[in-house]
């Protein structure tokens, strides 16, 4: 069971212009959410977060915005650059139980055109 | 800052026989770690809790005797696939935190396991 979902395995955007990855959740509880930057035959790192209790968390060029009622949470990078390109992993877990789950999405790979 | 070491990053093996994947914690202290465990296109899932000192916390729908972790020391753990198939063919990956905090989880490089 998909408790968390990234929709487009992947995506391209061109150099200057803003990427947008989305990421939908099932489970309610969840209430902390994190993105994961990954390159190849690298382990994911740890990228932006956002708790349940915001809607928006923003650090430079990374911005993601949480919708609860839709569940739903999107990562916007601007501007996009080619360092960039990677496979973005959305994550979601439960702060009050120690988070010591991620629940991991199957990932989006951004390719950014220079 | 942090490192997490996985060895090895790439392994070929016959049906049947046994693989090892070393997790290490190269400057800090980990008295726990995290397996992982992704198929083609589909997510990071993870196997098992791995303690220092005491037996894993496998995840449900993961088989213990087939899947043995192995937490001796504060800086490694390590995972083996017994009598391993092809369908176990997948990529490992482990994860060490460093501090109580949900940013201090830090991820090894994975281990791409083939099984022939």
């Known amino acids: 069971d998909q408790q968390v979902k990234q929709n487009s395995p992947s995506l391209s955007v061109q150099e200057g212009r803003i990427s947008i990855l989305n990421c939908d959740y099932t489970n309610s509880m969840f209430d902390y959410f994190l993105w994961y930057k990954k390159y190849p035959a690298e382990g994911p790192t740890f990228l932006i977060s956002i708790s349940s209790i915001k809607d928006k968390n923003e650090d430079g060029r990374f911005t993601v915005f949480l919708n609860k009622s839709a569940k739903h949470l999107s990562l916007h990078i601007v501007p996009s650059q080619p360092g960039d390109s990677a496979v973005y992993f959305c994550a979601a877990t439960i702060f009050q139980t120690g988070a010591n789950n991620l629940f991991f999405g199957t990932g989006t790979r951004l390719t950014v055109i220079p | 800052g942090a490192v997490v070491s996985q060895h090895p990053s790439w392994v070929i093996c016959k049906s049947g026989t046994s693989v090892k994947i070393e997790c290490r914690s190269l400057d800090f202290q980990a008295t726990t770690m995290f397996w992982y465990r992704q198929f083609p296109k589909q997510s990071l899932m993870l196997m098992a809790t791995?303690?220092?000192?005491?037996?894993?916390?496998?995840e449900q729908g993961v088989e213990k005797d087939k899947f043995l972790i192995n937490h001796a020391s504060l800086t490694l753990s390590t995972l083996t696939v017994t009598s391993a198939h092809p369908e176990d063919s997948s990529f490992y990956i482990c994860?060490?935190?460093?501090?109580?905090?949900?940013?201090?989880?830090?991820f090894g490089n994975g281990t791409r396991l083939t099984v022939t």
């Open positions: 791995s303690n220092e000192g005491s037996k894993a916390t496998y």
């Open positions: 994860s060490a935190r460093t501090g109580t905090g949900i940013f201090s989880l830090h």
